[in-house]
């Protein structure tokens, strides 16, 4: 079986780059700014036919905005672009069911390379089709990407001219109703099937192939090492490179670990033993793996958590002295054995994340420790890493924000990425 996909609208969510592109391309040309009803209908058909049909320009005004276009959105726009997320895990199950995968596509060449490879959707791909010189007619596309007697063929696309080209070239059409189209758009240019998230592709084309595994990402770091922003910018990141990403935290992320966290953060309980405090944090933290955690990662997502084992072991081994051996034995059977396959340490003095800390809000219970218990957790942190620094990635977070959040990008999506291959 063939699948081959359009790209925007289909693949990526790319109406920023493209839309922003057209109206500086308008001002240009002296034009007024179109607005969002016909920005829309940009997304799809030719360029020239756009500029043409719902701009009101001449043939020859069309082909002058059109290297207006083309210099800002070959070097700017191509890259202000979303991957709809599930795409990735929709791309890994086709292809472990089997699936020949392609783009056909009315883009030129260059940007589309430069989408597909800053996205990393090339390596999925057998063949990328894409308009020359002016040439972008969907039928003559889906032939050129086919071999000799392809067997079954799908198109997926979002508007109709993916639908008439599918049509034209004797294939079948399949509706992405998340796109810059509708249903009765797709329906009405011939689409057999319509399905309104990226998910329902692989469920509709190959419903026998199980999802392939997902990935189980935590973030640890001292309080006040900016770990909530952090996890806020990479969430955005995976989910512009189509992760399908679902947060949680620690303790928490379910309905009874938000209440065993009530009880663990409530400034009232002073009086909690050591070894409750640690047993509460293994409990919420059973109740995630299997409630959340698990569930997840088998259907192809990425949990993303704001802390998992690390930190019990860090702050009741550690800060607490139960001792790093002790915390991970209590843990044992609440984890059993889902263990996240990348762990982001922001890595910053506890001294300065403390400071940090206490000037944005009022500490809760556990940040109301002294030096000691800190320096203590902090020590324990280091002794993890050092027992497993192939699970850990360190990220200096003893800069400006910006740079952290590249600096742990750049490791997040370096090493799923080269688990996808």
């Known amino acids: 079986m063939w699948v081959l996909f359009d790209l925007d609208g289909t693949l990526t969510q790319s109406e920023e780059g493209i839309w922003k592109t057209i109206r500086h391309t308008a001002d240009k040309m002296g034009f007024p700014e179109p607005d969002e009803a016909v920005l829309r209908q940009c997304i799809g058909p030719p360029l020239t036919w756009s500029f043409q049909t719902l701009m009101g320009m001449s043939k020859e005004q069309a082909d002058q905005a059109l290297v207006i276009y083309r210099e800002r959105y070959n070097t700017v726009g191509c890259f202000e672009n979303r991957v709809y997320p599930g795409i ?119 419903p026998d192939t199980p999802w392939e595994r997902g990935a189980f990402l935590s973030v640890e770091g001292m309080d006040g090492s900016g770990k909530g922003t952090q996890i806020a910018r990479l969430q955005d990141t995976l989910d512009r490179f189509g992760f399908e990403v679902i947060l949680c935290r620690e303790p928490g992320g379910t309905p009874i670990g938000e209440k065993i966290r009530g009880i663990l953060l ?74 996240p396959d990348l762990t982001v340490w922001l890595d910053i003095d506890h001294h300065k994340a403390m400071a940090r800390r206490c000037a944005a809000s009022e500490p809760d219970r556990m940040e109301m420790e002294n030096d000691g218990f800190h320096t203590r957790t902090e020590q324990a942190y280091r002794e993890l890493i050092a027992r497993e620094p192939g699970r850990f990635l360190t990220v200096n977070a003893d800069q400006d924000r910006d740079a952290v959040a590249a600096e742990a990008a750049r490791g997040v999506l370096g090493r799923l990425m080269e688990a996808e291959r």
């Open 88 to 206: 990735r895990a929709v791309l890994k199950r086709l292809r472990k069911s089997g699936a020949h995968l392609g783009i056909v596509t009315g883009k030129p060449e260059k940007p589309t390379s430069r989408i597909l490879d800053h996205f990393g959707i090339t390596p999925f791909l057998e063949t990328v089709v894409c308009a020359t010189d002016g040439h972008a007619e969907k039928d003559a596309l889906i032939r050129k990407a086919l071999p000799a007697d392809p067997g079954e063929v799908w198109m997926v696309g979002d508007r109709r001219f993916d639908m008439e080209g599918a049509v034209l070239a004797g294939v079948h059409g399949l509706g992405a109703a998340w796109g810059y189209g509708s249903e009765e758009e797709l329906l009405a240019a011939g689409a057999e099937k319509i399905a309104r998230t990226p998910r329902e592709i692989a469920d509709m084309l190959c």
């Open 266 to 339: 409530d400034r009232e309980n002073k009086g909690m033993t050591d070894e409750t405090e640690a047993l509460l944090y293994a409990a919420s933290r059973a109740q995630l793996v299997r409630e959340v955690i698990r569930p997840a990662v088998a259907e192809g997502k990425v949990i993303l958590c704001d802390r998992f084992v690390d930190s019990s072991v860090a702050y009741q081994g550690g800060g607490r002295m139960l001792g790093v051996d002790r915390v991970l034995r209590i843990n044992e059977p609440a984890v059993d054995g889902t263990m």
